[in-house]
């Protein structure tokens, strides 16, 4: 693929992604319409703003190579979705000090959860994390008891301390409550 076509598939990736396509999604119908599922994909990455060089090696990963090599006709969905669970289209942000704290925290009471974490939740915390959508974290972790085989009031504990450095609205204001609540239920043992 030339230089101006590679470009042109970066634009149209990044027209779908402005207009609300999901990655997956976008890298998906790229891949249908130019038969270059990774083309597609690196057009994906680099739309969303992932630095070239770090694409390709993402792209070029065993999992991701597995994935291209096993496509089949009409596996385009199934690739998008498997490059977007390995990380393949998150876009690291760095965080500031605070930020990096609350990340910490979301750690913490990730550890303190307990063993089976589900999977699915397992790999949307680690990409909304590493995309520094922290509330988006929070919310979810809020949602769920900590397990009896982990730590319920070193969870909870994390969660009212992540939530206090959360700016209100979003459902961040309920879900601190939730939080402090859950927490009294759960003192730590002495």
Avoid: N
Avoid at 44 to 73: H, N, S, W
Avoid at 128 to 151: F, I, N
């Amino acid at each position: 693929m030339g230089r101006t076509d590679a470009d042109a598939l970066v634009d149209r990736a990044r027209d779908a992604l402005h207009a609300g396509g999901e990655e997956a999604d976008v890298c998906a119908g790229l891949a249908r319409d130019t038969g270059d599922p990774r083309a597609a994909a690196l057009a994906t990455c680099l739309a969303l703003g992932v630095p070239r060089a770090e694409a390709e090696r993402r792209l070029a990963t065993q999992e991701a190579a597995a994935a291209f090599a096993e496509l089949g006709p009409g596996d385009e969905e199934a690739l998008a979705l498997v490059l977007q669970a390995g990380g393949a289209f998150v876009v690291d942000r760095r965080l500031d000090a605070h930020e990096q704290r609350i990340r910490d925290l979301l750690g913490t009471a990730v550890t303190a959860y307990g063993a089976g974490l589900p999977s699915g939740l397992a790999v949307s915390l680690w990409r909304w994390l590493r995309a520094g959508e922290l509330a988006r974290a929070y919310l979810q972790l809020a949602r769920r008891e900590a397990r009896a085989d982990g730590s319920p009031s070193a969870y909870w504990a994390a969660l009212v301390t992540a939530g206090e450095l959360l700016p209100d609205g979003d459902g961040i204001d309920e879900a601190r409550e939730h939080c402090r609540r859950m927490a009294k239920r759960c003192p730590a043992a002495p």
